[in-house]
């Protein structure tokens, strides 16, 4: 395990894809990751979990994704 200096991190583009420790989301190669405290590699920033929504777009309760007002078909 790489250990950085208190107050410091190191950041670098990924290689290879693997997974945050700090919000269990993934990242691909090109992304920013950096060396956590004690946690191994994490994201530099982690990702917003809440998607944009557009005007009249909202996330369905039944199928839990997004698409225009109204009844669901599924």
Do not use: F
Not at 41 to 68: K, N, S
Request: charged content about 20%.
């Amino acid at each position: 395990m790489i250990t950085t200096p208190p107050g410091k991190s190191m950041t670098i583009t990924a290689r290879y894809s693997g997974i945050c420790p700090e919000c269990d989301e993934r990242w691909q190669p090109g992304d920013l990751i950096q060396a956590g405290p004690n946690t191994g590699w994490q994201h530099a920033v982690c990702p917003d979990p809440t998607p944009t929504l557009r005007a009249g777009e909202i996330r369905c309760r039944t199928c839990y994704l997004i698409h225009p007002k109204g009844e669901c078909d599924r």
